[in-house]
């Protein structure tokens, strides 16, 4: 039994941010060559900190969803999952055993020698011309690849200078330049380096964005697809613009690649993790009779599971939009009925108006999307094993932006809290709460929350930004 | 039968506004003149669209709790209850027949002439050598009434003129002065008017805040209830600083006489108002059985009634707060878990943590209280007797601050019910939105919402302040 986990950034604002790991796991669980196909994120949930132990087997292979080296994945990321590393990260990625767990964790697929296939995948689609040795119309073409650039880390330039060199060394192009928007050679000098009268100008980005979309084509003018260039240095050209490769789909290919080949040698795959399977089981057994969790009813109906908000009960299912897979319930539950974002799913503000029914392995993997890791961290707190992190203990792990929630006293802490926590389901047993009744022995609201999620800690971080600058301006 | 109605201004952001109207209610309800007390506000539940529809009787006594006549008491109260009245309200009051009851609005309580006594009290209070016949001890005591005062309203000086008059004819002190915050005559020249020795002021405030606290104490250098000022121009004087009358106890015994004053020779009273009566046995019809209402979970127990939130069902009670009074429930509901004020009783944040056994007289009451009009709202709309208030209906009534929101386009309205609404049980019927199945069909989130709130027209009036703003700094 194999597991595998793509890690995305997630947001606390932007629920279209997750989206990129949906839609690869989605493209990977279809090709069903791992038993389950898991997504966590750093700023939403399954946390980073909680994503482990929502894997069912005991073979995990981790892979970050990023397009370059960095912080995240040399330091955010591996400190989270608790892999005891940091820095960068050998190619054949970092093995660990953690909590029973064997876990890989990889490069980001963005550094795997197969993206220069994505980008040429990429530039075919602005270019239908593009033959597998060459434009097949015999017009000299030139390739840009063009990346972010970064004064600050310079991994993030070096992937773009070795799918450069990658590419040039297939000939598929008269020309292949590595440009940058943020560091020289920049983007917006092409028309003096590039001789080729055709251009492709594929962006080296995770995703559609403001850059993509907007300051790229104003920069360099381009009008669409196909900009026309009449007067250039080297006379006319056309520029071809592609979209990003982060979200083809033959990511998913390079995805998969990574994960073979942090498997190594390969092997039988490990077993079902015991802890998660009774925590299921033991969820199972409740929904089989009718059950609350949170705000979500569950109800057995004729060999299926019907589950819906709480709020909702008696409502005839016509009144209802039904869905009847767990993506449909995943994107129901990622808004509130207001079209907020939920970063937090255990939030009291499960959406309303649907329904959906279920087999019994599509209703464990519903109930993991509308209340990540709860059923986990619940059975485990009811057999005494979910350790409260202490909110000191939180803080002393947080680097860069979010450092400075060290300097949070505990009153700041405290009054953050209450207003947070206050609309949030779980109780907070890190603040040293006690929950004595869970949803597993029937009381809905009991879930426990073992320690400071991002959302709470990124609230700490603007209370201390606040109050600095209260201060400063006191002065 | 007779029903009593309290109101007052109420708050979106404070949640003590509503104490005042809570307390003189409980005290009037102590005393058994009325079969029934109920609360109503500008911005809180039940609002004074609702508030008639609450009351059990044909037979409705209207008092604002407000300490002088002006915009609130002339235009406001009575154009959202519907007395087809504005301006001044003559002495006897105003009675009007509204939905099958006989309405009686009177003037606000802070102009009854029993108000005098109120100051009496409050100056004994500071004073106690003050006699039936003045100051026991022969001392020379002058009075003074002391008003916020306003250029906007001549009314609220009229009120301390006439209570200064009416104290100067009793004699009890040796001289009387009205005096003001915010006009001439100043508070502030009291040293050069008041000759006694022994000065008294009893600040004609509607409660204790800013101004009885802050203000006043800092303008005149108090130090506390007494404070001697030995350098005056009319020699050593001693400052005793009262309490505010509308905080006084004895405002409950104004209330009462301006209640049976506006009821002229008086009479049996009314009936059950029917409509009402039948909402609530639908409603203890489905109690008796065990019923879900909103958030709300109600079970019944032996004869009593359990209610508690939902998603502490099951919790052993020793774990819960038992609360046995609908005023326990309507303290805990007034805020979330996180010490938010509840504006909006609605809103999908009813607090956990708690349980109340209640007798049925109670449990109507703390259900009342709970969820403030919507019993009877839910009822009439089963019946299709609740009629919705289209938005341009509702923005067309607003005066004053409000009024601006009636240049909301369809799409700002929108917007903003979206993030306000979003959060709230009510189906928005004033939208065009459909509820086909309530609470008392067994669908514990159905809820209708007749019309926008005053939180709701709150938010959308910062909506158009904002897009003005944004576009003066665009220009």
């Not at 330091?75 to 970092?94: F, N, S, W």
């Not at 405290?414 to 869970?438: P, Q, Y």
Request: charged fraction near 25%; include cysteine.
């Amino acid at each position: 039994m194999r597991s595998l986990v793509l890690i995305g950034h997630g947001s606390h604002l932007n629920g279209e941010s997750a989206v990129a790991a949906y839609r690869y796991a989605e493209l990977i669980r279809a090709r069903g060559l791992f038993d389950e196909v898991i997504e966590g994120y750093w700023k939403e949930e399954p946390s980073l900190r909680q994503v482990l132990k929502t894997t069912a087997s005991t073979d995990v292979t981790v892979i970050p969803m990023f397009i370059s080296e960095g912080y995240f994945t040399e330091t955010v990321i591996p400190r989270e999952l608790g892999l005891g590393h940091q820095g960068p990260v050998p190619p054949e990625g970092i093995a660990r055993v953690i909590g029973g767990r064997t876990v890989r964790y990889t490069l980001p697929y963005g550094v795997h020698p197969g993206m220069a296939d994505v980008i040429v995948a990429r530039a075919r689609e602005v270019l239908p011309e593009l033959g597998p040795d060459g434009p097949d119309d015999g017009v000299e073409t030139a390739l840009i690849v063009l990346g972010h650039g970064t004064t600050r880390n310079e991994n993030s330039s070096r992937v773009i200078y070795e799918n450069a060199a990658r590419l040039r060394e297939r000939g598929l192009f008269s020309e292949v330049h590595a440009l940058f928007l943020d560091e020289e050679p920049r983007v917006t000098g092409w028309a003096d380096l590039v001789r080729a009268p055709r251009v492709v100008i594929v962006p080296f980005f995770a995703s559609e964005g403001w850059h993509t979309l907007e300051t790229i084509p104003e920069e360099l003018g381009l009008s669409g697809v196909v900009t026309p260039f009449p007067d250039t240095p080297h006379g006319p050209q056309q520029v071809h613009y592609a979209r990003p490769v982060g979200t083809h789909a033959a990511v998913a290919e390079v995805i998969l690649h990574l994960a073979e080949e942090a498997r190594g040698a390969g092997g039988p795959g490990g077993d079902t993790e015991r802890g998660h399977e009774a925590a299921w089981q033991a969820f199972l057994k409740l929904a089989r009779r009718g059950a609350r969790v949170g705000e979500l009813l569950v109800t057995p109906e004729l060999g299926v599971f019907e589950i819906r908000n709480a709020l909702d009960e008696g409502r005839p299912g016509g009144d209802l939009m039904t869905l009847v897979t767990p993506e449909g319930v995943r994107d129901r539950v990622r808004f509130t009925d207001g079209g907020e974002h939920r970063p937090v799913h255990t939030l009291r503000s499960l959406p309303r108006g649907w329904r959906a029914v279920l087999n019994e392995a599509d209703l464990r993997r519903a109930v993991h999307y509308t209340y990540p890791a709860v059923v986990e961290e619940t059975y485990a707190h009811g057999c005494h094993a979910l350790r409260p992190t202490p909110w000191a203990t939180t803080a002393r792990r947080q680097t860069g932006i979010y450092a400075k929630v060290q300097r949070a006293v505990p009153e700041q802490v405290e009054r953050v809290a209450e207003r947070v926590c206050g609309g949030c389901l779980r109780t907070r047993l890190w603040a040293g709460d006690r929950l004595t009744h869970s949803f597993l022995d029937g009381v809905p609201g009991g879930m426990p929350c073992a320690e400071a999620c991002t959302f709470l800690v990124a609230e700490v971080r603007e209370e201390v930004a606040r109050k600095k600058a209260a201060a400063a301006s006191d002065d």
